[in-house]
């Protein structure tokens, strides 16, 4: 969220007007649905609470989306699955505001509540807006302003709620669902798909879906709560608040970033089997062995110590290896390590199969970024001394 509606929310919180039980009986209560932005931080779109007292001023959201780009160390926070997001609570008119400035459609939908449930609902979310639970320790995919706002209306029913059934053929992975959201921004669905893990690679039932709000507002619409032993529809059909559908920008081109790095592998591939020439060579290696280094480093830090599980048993180890890191440093020393570098090697080689075989999925603009180092390394294992 941008900072001014931080700002804003964090002034709520200090004097908030909480939804109380008395006013349950008149009050209407939404599910609002926000569609998927430009920015890194909104491609996955965004879902809130409304609840509005017909007849009077009182007309809030529940927003459990809030963050601040200032918040200390905010990456490594991130990646270490240690982020904290708040329950911001304000009015409709600003949260609406926003959207339509930005040029993105957003949905309402009626909750069908009773009024002991509504009354249990507004217990919940005051709770929530308490100054000691106001936080939430965020997860992409099981805890975040869509999850929130399924499981606060699924704990305020007095009965059952029934979630959508998918036979088990018609269910996506995680990383499926969010390949279309991310496909606009080509470098953030790379870094996605080079973090994520098998973890990603489970299906998820409907309920799960939900994670991305706008499989939110469709599964809703085939969600049913039990109301004295009758089965009926949770919310009211998705009514459009804000309409830009047709204001769509151009789609980014995937394929670009897959020939950037078929080009640099092909200048990689000229450079070591070429033209051979130990200065062009050695350069090469001090401008790909940090980078590789780097990354590497990164994937033992994303599968070992970040607390998001969908970040384990990242397959891409084995492509891009910690063996690089130490290679680097006998380059760097002017050292060889043909054992080593051959070490190095096989594991990459061992990448791409051991993936097809354990199902994660793979970014095919991955499979030149890892085909460029093991050509370097390739170089360095010395077989051709051998022949």
């Not at 004097?15 to 006013?23: Q, Y």
Request: glycine share 4%; charged share 20%; hydrophobic share 50%.
């Amino acid at each position: 969220m941008k900072k001014i509606l931080f700002i804003l929310t964090v002034l709520s919180l200090i004097r908030p007007a909480p939804a109380s039980a008395g006013m349950a009986d008149s009050a209407d209560v939404y599910i609002v649905t926000c569609a998927p932005g430009t920015e890194s931080y909104s491609i996955y779109g965004h879902t809130a609470l409304r609840v509005v007292i017909p007849g009077t001023t009182f007309d809030r959201v529940y927003n459990w989306g809030i963050f601040d780009f200032s918040t200390p160390n905010f990456a490594y926070r991130f990646a270490k699955g240690r982020l904290d997001y708040l329950l911001g609570a304000y009015p409709y008119e600003n949260f609406l505001r926003e959207y339509i400035a930005e040029g993105r459609s957003v949905w309402s939908q009626k909750l069908n509540l009773t009024t002991a449930e509504k009354e249990k609902l507004f217990e919940l979310i005051n709770e929530n807006l308490r100054p000691e639970n106001v936080r939430y320790r965020y997860d992409f995919f099981f805890d975040n302003c869509a999850t929130r706002v399924r499981d606060i209306v699924a704990a305020a029913a007095t009965d059952t709620v029934i979630f959508p059934v998918k036979e088990k053929s018609y269910l996506k992975s995680f990383r499926k669902l969010v390949d279309p959201n991310q496909k606009v921004l080509p470098w953030l669905d790379l870094g996605a798909d080079m973090l994520l893990g098998l973890q990603a690679d489970k299906k998820a039932t409907p309920s799960d879906e939900m994670f991305l709000p706008v499989h939110l507002m469709n599964n809703m619409l085939n969600t049913f709560i039990v109301h004295d032993g009758t089965e009926e529809p949770l919310t009211g059909p998705a009514e459009i608040v804000a309409d830009f559908s047709a204001e769509a920008g151009p789609q980014a081109k995937a394929w670009v970033l897959q020939a950037v790095f078929y080009i640099l592998l092909v200048l990689v591939l000229l450079i070591t089997f070429v033209f051979r020439k130990p200065k062009l060579e050695k350069a090469t290696d001090f401008i790909l062995y940090p980078v590789y280094s780097a990354i590497a480093t990164l994937l033992v830090f994303t599968n070992l110590f970040s607390e998001h599980d969908a970040l384990h048993f990242n397959l891409l180890f084995l492509g891009i290896n910690i063996l690089i890191p130490l290679l680097f440093i006998f380059l760097f020393t002017r050292r060889k390590a043909v054992t080593l570098s051959r070490t190095a090697f096989f594991i990459s080689l061992s990448w791409l199969p051991v993936s097809l075989i354990a199902g994660q999925g793979i970014n095919t603009a991955l499979i030149p970024m890892v085909l460029i180092i093991m050509v370097r390394l390739f170089r360095h294992c010395e077989f051709a001394k051998q022949l």
